[in-house]
Nanobody
C-alpha cells in the first residue's frame, strides 16, 4: 500500500516555474514506477510524465517535452516535477500516481489527491 501526497502547486505567471513534490509513504516506493498526470477543467485526465523505479527511464507527453522534468529521490520517498516556461494551457490539477511495477506501463494503482496549478497569462 502506498499513500501519495502532492504539494507545490499554486498561481504563477506565464513563463514562470514551479516544482511539484509528491511524498510517498511505505517502503515500496523505491520499487514502483511513478507518474504525473493532470486534469484541466472540462477535460479528460492526461499523462504528463513518468519515471521508472531507479529513474533510468523517463517518458513525457509531447506538450511538456523540453519544459518539464520528472525526477525522484528514493531515499526521501519523494517524486518531483520541475515545470519551466509555464503556459496558460498547463493550468490543471496535477496528480501523482504509482504503478505496482518497476517499469513504466501506464497502469496506475495508487493516486494522490492532486494539487492545483494555475498559470496566468
Amino acid at each position: 500500500q502506498v499513500q501519495l501526497v502532492e504539494s507545490g502547486g499554486g498561481l504563477v505567471q506565464a513563463g514562470g516555474s514551479l516544482r511539484l513534490s509528491c511524498a510517498a509513504s511505505g517502503r515500496t516506493f523505491s520499487t514502483y514506477a511513478m507518474a504525473w498526470l493532470r486534469q484541466a477543467p472540462g477535460k479528460e485526465r492526461e499523462f504528463v510524465a513518468a519515471i521508472s523505479w531507479r529513474g533510468g527511464s523517463t517518458s513525457y507527453a509531447d506538450s511538456v517535452k523540453g519544459r518539464f522534468t520528472i525526477s525522484r529521490d528514493n531515499a526521501k520517498n519523494t517524486l518531483y516535477l520541475q515545470m519551466n516556461s509555464l503556459k496558460s494551457e498547463d493550468t490543471a490539477v496535477y496528480y501523482c500516481a504509482a504503478e505496482s511495477t518497476p517499469s513504466i506501463r501506464g497502469r496506475y494503482d495508487y493516486w494522490g489527491q492532486g494539487t492545483q496549478v494555475t498559470v496566468s497569462s
